[in-house]
């Protein structure tokens, strides 16, 4: 049987359930899709083994430039899996593995974009974390490389495959909330001060040089490295792209859908972006705000916007990481694990709930299942992935400039605005990492 051609497993399995090795051992090697993990310290473990754990999975691969992380995970999922997987330092062993047909990315967001397009280019499907890059550039040309080469590629927004987030839209597109033009999405846990710490070498076992990539040579400092990256303008997209990608993309969903089904026109692309407020509470080396409100303008007076309260101990609408919908014959609070229905007068009209970190498994499924389909998945690169990403880009953009920013999309450059727009991209790429462009892909 042809392992593109295979179908779905039984609903245990779809749904991500524990196997055993006796189970495992009985699956037809041609029943599986061979996959290979690069960057599997937080999330990127986290997700792989949601791959481990299948029966139609085989993990050739571990691959991480940390050789400390590299072994403690190896070992780990070598527990799933009955074997020990191959151990690299270089995700170009891999791509050059025909054997291999899908890469899972974890890496750091700076280390999206390069490996995906090479991976596309060598015939594999990507399962690659959120957000999809560092910048709105990488982004459009990773969705170009998806395309050119057609791949099958999901982002890491996993509430797309949340069954309770789908009965939430089925909900919406009965129509009762009305005319909508307003929605919110937030973020309001307090975090912690990361402090000033000192640069000094980096630990036994890292390949540095290879973990900044195409980012510029810094010296090693511990804040600007695992779990922390993200919170640097060279690596990450601070927590508007961190966690706000998850709050953007289900609240525009449910905002879309209850827009389509008044018969409005649908949203459609931005028309504007600004942003205002700044690091303004903690005392430390992070970059990006911890306070901080974004506006998205649809036209026709549809407004979007984006809270970030870092500094603030209490949730807001019951909910520390949020979204809300309002129309004029009632409104939506959605949460990570629960959403609820309201009518004008503040009555519960309907609700529902389910668990977020649950959702990883169905994901990953769904995932799978269209890599044999070649359908697209929940959260398709293209129409769903890159689209939430770009509110997070074009946000911290709005922030950067400190101004209201509107992109034209042919080009992905800022209208009249040359500062703005190099904030949609990087500069240079530290060779030996280049982005290709669009004319070279």
């Given at each position: 049987?042809?392992r593109r051609a295979f179908v779905a497993r039984s609903a245990a399995a779809v749904a991500g359930m524990?196997?055993?090795?006796?189970?495992?051992?009985?699956?037809?090697?041609?029943?599986?899709?061979?996959?290979?993990?690069?960057?599997?310290?937080?999330?990127?473990?986290?997700?792989?083994?949601?791959?481990?754990?299948?029966?139609?999975?085989?993990?050739?691969?571990?691959?991480?430039?940390?050789?400390?992380?590299?072994?403690?995970?190896?070992?780990?999922?070598?527990?799933?899996?009955?074997?020990?997987?191959?151990?690299?330092a270089d995700f170009r062993t891999a791509l050059d593995d025909p054997s291999v047909d899908a890469i899972?990315?974890?890496?750091?967001?700076?280390?999206?974009?390069?490996?995906?397009?090479?991976?596309?280019?060598?015939?594999?499907?990507?399962?690659?974390?959120?957000?999809?890059?560092?910048?709105?550039?990488?982004?459009?040309?990773?969705?170009?490389?998806?395309?050119?080469?057609?791949?099958?590629?999901?982002?890491?927004?996993?509430?797309?495959?949340?069954?309770?987030?789908?009965?939430?839209?089925?909900?919406?597109?009965?129509?009762?909330?009305?005319?909508?033009?307003?929605?919110?999405?937030?973020?309001?846990?307090?975090?912690?001060?990361?402090?000033?710490?000192?640069?000094?070498?980096?630990?036994?076992?890292?390949?540095?040089?290879?973990?900044?990539?195409?980012?510029?040579?810094?010296?090693?400092?511990?804040?600007?490295?695992?779990?922390?990256?993200?919170?640097?303008?060279?690596?990450?997209?601070?927590?508007?792209?961190?966690?706000?990608?998850?709050?953007?993309?289900?609240?525009?969903?449910?905002?879309?859908?209850?827009?389509?089904?008044?018969?409005?026109?649908?949203?459609?692309?931005?028309?504007?972006?600004?942003?205002?407020?700044?690091?303004?509470?903690?005392?430390?080396?992070?970059?990006?705000?911890?306070?901080?409100?974004?506006?998205?303008?649809?036209?026709?007076?549809?407004?979007?916007?984006?809270?970030?309260?870092?500094?603030?101990?209490?949730?807001?609408?019951?909910?520390?990481?949020?979204?809300?919908?309002?129309?004029?014959?009632?409104?939506?609070?959605?949460?990570?694990?629960?959403?609820?229905?309201?009518?004008?007068?503040?009555?519960?009209?309907?609700?529902?709930?389910?668990?977020?970190?649950?959702?990883?498994?169905?994901?990953?499924?769904?995932?799978?299942?269209?890599?044999?389909?070649?359908?697209?998945?929940?959260?398709?690169?293209?129409?769903?992935?890159?689209?939430?990403?770009?509110?997070?880009?074009?946000?911290?953009?709005?922030?950067?400039?400190?101004?209201?920013?509107?992109?034209?999309?042919?080009?992905?450059?800022?209208?009249?605005?040359?500062?703005?727009?190099?904030?949609?991209?990087?500069?240079?790429?530290?060779?030996?990492?280049?982005?290709?462009?669009?004319?070279?892909?």
């Open positions: 049987m042809n524990t196997i055993s090795n006796r189970t495992r051992a009985a699956t037809s090697p041609n029943d599986q899709i061979t996959i290979a993990a690069i960057g599997v310290r937080g999330r990127g473990f986290a997700v792989l083994k949601a791959f481990a754990a299948r029966p139609d999975v085989d993990v050739k691969y571990v691959c991480d430039v940390d050789r400390n992380v590299l072994e403690k995970r190896t070992g780990q999922i070598s527990e799933i899996l009955g074997r020990t997987p191959n151990k690299i899972i990315l974890g890496t750091p967001t700076h280390w999206h974009a390069i490996p995906m397009i090479m991976a596309c280019q060598a015939g594999k499907d990507v399962y690659v974390e959120k957000p999809d890059a560092h910048n709105c550039m990488e982004g459009k040309i990773m969705v170009a490389a998806l395309k050119k080469y057609q791949r099958v590629v999901q982002l890491g927004i996993q509430s797309r495959s949340g069954l309770y987030f789908q009965e939430m839209i089925d909900y919406v597109r009965e129509g009762h909330l009305g005319k909508t033009l307003f929605a919110k999405a937030w973020e309001s846990i307090q975090q912690r001060s990361l402090g000033h710490p000192p640069n000094c070498d980096p630990p036994a076992g890292v390949d540095y040089d290879t973990w900044l990539g195409p980012a510029p040579l810094r010296p090693f400092n511990p804040l600007r490295f695992h779990g922390n990256w993200r919170w640097f303008f060279d690596y990450g997209a601070g927590d508007l792209g961190n966690d706000g990608v998850h709050r953007l993309d289900f609240t525009h969903w449910a905002f879309e859908t209850a827009v389509e089904a008044y018969g409005d026109p649908p949203l459609g692309p931005l028309q504007a972006v600004s942003a205002h407020g700044g690091k303004s509470y903690f005392d430390d080396m992070q970059q990006w705000p911890d306070n901080l409100q974004v506006t998205y303008d649809y036209g026709a007076g549809r407004v979007m916007t984006y809270e970030m309260r870092l500094w603030t101990p209490y949730p807001f609408g019951g909910e520390h990481e949020g979204g809300a919908v309002y129309g004029d014959q009632g409104y939506l609070l959605i949460g990570n694990h629960n959403w609820r229905a309201y009518s004008p007068e503040g009555e519960l009209l309907k609700q529902g709930a389910g668990s977020y970190s649950k959702n990883t498994h169905p994901h990953v499924a769904n995932f799978l299942e269209c890599m044999r389909s070649r359908n697209k998945p929940q959260a398709d690169l293209e129409t769903v992935g890159h689209p939430a990403s770009l509110m997070c880009h074009l946000g911290n953009a709005a922030w950067r400039a400190g101004r209201t920013i509107r992109l034209d999309r042919p080009t992905y450059t800022c209208i009249g605005d040359r500062e703005a727009t190099g904030y949609l991209e990087r500069a240079n790429y530290r060779k030996p990492w280049t982005l290709p462009t669009l004319a070279r892909l």
